[in-house]
């Protein structure tokens, strides 16, 4: 795949007229999970078909974003009059605040964030409201393993709709090499209309979607993070442009900000993008970073290298050897193939 | 162009489902499917031999499915393989020689998670001149078995697999695939449509004994013509059991028509609009019964009776 099936993607350019070759960018979208962010960036493609595939991606965006808008609801109950401030993150963000990056955005789990001295009341609270600790971490181990080192509580399951809430802290893991500072982020927080909940300004979502990207793990879905980058700075104004790089000096997240605007102006042609990244990092730094993004992202032949480099580095930077390599041993022991049993769908 | 798979020749369908351009035209859907296993390939050109089917396709199709080694290794030893329906889903990977039951499972994958045009319920449906029969139940009900025989005594097969109910008007959309026999079914339908029509079983798969049912020449002509449903039935198979049919009122079967549904949460009120349209114009019975012969029975008496108007 070239990576300028990005710009087709986030509708820049024009979906190719040779049909195996518009299956195999739907494809790609598909599989990494951008098909719905597609479906509402391209305009009017004329190909039979791709309006009826379209629509389907649409549909499960959108029905996403209703269970999303409830469970914050449910969760803006669990905490109302507490004083705690709750932050929404990553797309639950991105669709209270009606951006260009939610729409068609697939989302499964919510993620909040509160200030870590409200943490151990915000987790009583919750459970109160009938969130239990999920299954697949209520052990000793993980639960203990999440809570001293992590950025996030044990995942928190609702007993009765089954949906997932992360609880942060912070956002790098507390054993992360990297540090961003989240109390910055907190003071200039932006209530949301109708809930009691807070996003961060619109300036430390983007910084918050590159740190996510370039310094917590290795990459999973690049393509779905590139296209997401891109689509949130071309949600901020262009004032708030020109201030990014500084805002990304103040909170400590100016390298992932540099990324992020290197990949934009890089993968996306947005030429003033270009420029805001050399100005926050020498163009020769991160090469490495650079070259294994783009081989993931378009799976080429020595993307295998590409996704080990990734790997390793997406470790090195989540916590110090001596913690990480008893942890990767144990849950190499304690493996289970993810599904034993056979899937609950209709089958012949 | 589009022609029946049996006047392609054998070479070519390989090369397309290798190079991923084969494409299967069935009723409202176009699957393009991709594969590579000879298993595969001889079922296909028995069971869907007279089904639509082009080499290269002419445009974006929804379904679409690829079958494929669950890792490297697989390819070669003890080869298997599993359906790849473009989305993540769980499934289970099968040896190579029980590739049929992959693409049918990943077809029904397919359909079943991604298709948003229709409502599509869990039922075997069949259709004569008067309308459509729906037949919803678990797997194990005898529902297959059913559709198979009043597809002998006229009906066309409009689907064992889905009900897809148009989101605008109700009326049901024609989707027949291979009737899938599990265990002993798999005799008994031998037995009514005689067993050139019934693809070679496959053993020990995950569900049992498996064999295909091969749609007749005629139904596939007509997969294009819709159908309002006449009658809901909720088959339950029971060895033993005493024949009886329940009559259900319009709202017990909806409530038994959502949960059987894949769809209808993720539709919302569009979905619920077109289920009760359904369901208003048709009526609704839950069957119990322990032999084929009375199911056939109670179903002819609740024609008689008038209610299938």
Known sequence: ?348 | MTVKLAQHNRRDIASALKKGMFTLTLGPFKHLVSGTSAPLLDYLYDTYRDYDVALKPTDVSEIILNLKAPNILRRFIRPQVSPDPGFEVPTIPLPLKMAPLAFEMGMNLSVALKCCRFVTVHAGVVANEQGAIIMSAASGSGKSTLSAALADQGYRLFSDEFALIDLEDAMLHPYPRPISLKQDSIAVVRDIVGADRISAPLSGTPKGDIAYCRVSEHDLLQAHKKAAAKLILFPRYEAGVSPMARKLNPAEAVMKLIPASTNYSLLGEPAFRAVLKLVRQAKAYELSYGTTEQSLQLIADIQASGAGR
């Open chain 1, 1 to 348: 795949m070239k990576l300028t099936v990005l710009r087709c993607i986030v509708g820049e350019s024009e979906l190719p007229q040779d049909v195996m070759e518009a299956i195999s960018v739907i494809n790609y979208a598909d599989s990494n999970h951008i098909l719905g962010q597609m479906a509402h960036c391209c305009n009017q493609p004329s190909m039979i078909g791709v309006q009826d595939v379209f629509n389907n991606a649409k549909l499960r965006a959108k029905h996403d974003h209703t269970m999303l808008l409830f469970e914050m609801d449910r969760v803006s109950r669990a905490l109302q009059g507490s004083g705690v401030k709750a932050v929404i993150l990553k797309g639950g963000a991105y669709v209270a605040r009606g951006f260009k990056a939610s729409m068609g955005r697939r989302v499964s789990d919510l993620d909040i964030l509160v200030a870590s001295q409200d943490l151990a009341r915000t987790e009583n609270l919750l459970k109160a409201a009938n969130w239990v600790p999920d299954e697949q971490t209520d052990n000793a181990y993980d639960q203990q393993y999440y809570r001293d080192h992590m950025h996030e509580l044990p995942p928190l399951r609702h007993k009765t709709r089954g949906t997932v809430i992360d609880v942060h802290h912070s956002l790098l893991p507390r054993t992360a090499r990297y540090r961003v500072n989240v109390d910055k982020m907190l003071e200039t927080a932006v209530p949301i209309s109708d809930h009691e909940l807070w996003t961060f300004q619109p300036l430390d979502i983007f910084a918050h979607s590159a740190v996510h990207a370039f310094f917590d793990g290795q990459l999973d879905v690049p393509a779905r993070t590139l296209v997401e980058l891109k689509l949130l700075y071309d949600d901020l104004s262009e004032d708030e442009k020109a201030f990014l790089g500084k805002r990304a000096k103040e909170i400590g997240a100016d390298k992932a900000v540099a990324m992020a605007l290197w990949v934009i102006g890089n993968v996306f042609g947005d030429a003033k993008a270009s420029a805001q990244a050399r100005w926050l990092m020498h163009p020769s730094r991160n090469i490495m970073l650079k070259r294994a993004l783009i081989s993931k992202t378009v799976n080429g032949r020595f993307s295998i290298f590409a996704k080990g480099f990734l790997y390793l580095r997406g470790h090195y930077l989540r916590m110090p050897i001596h913690l990480l390599f008893p942890h990767l041993l144990r849950k190499a022991i304690r493996w289970r193939p993810a599904s034993s049993a056979p899937p609950q769908l209709p089958t012949p």
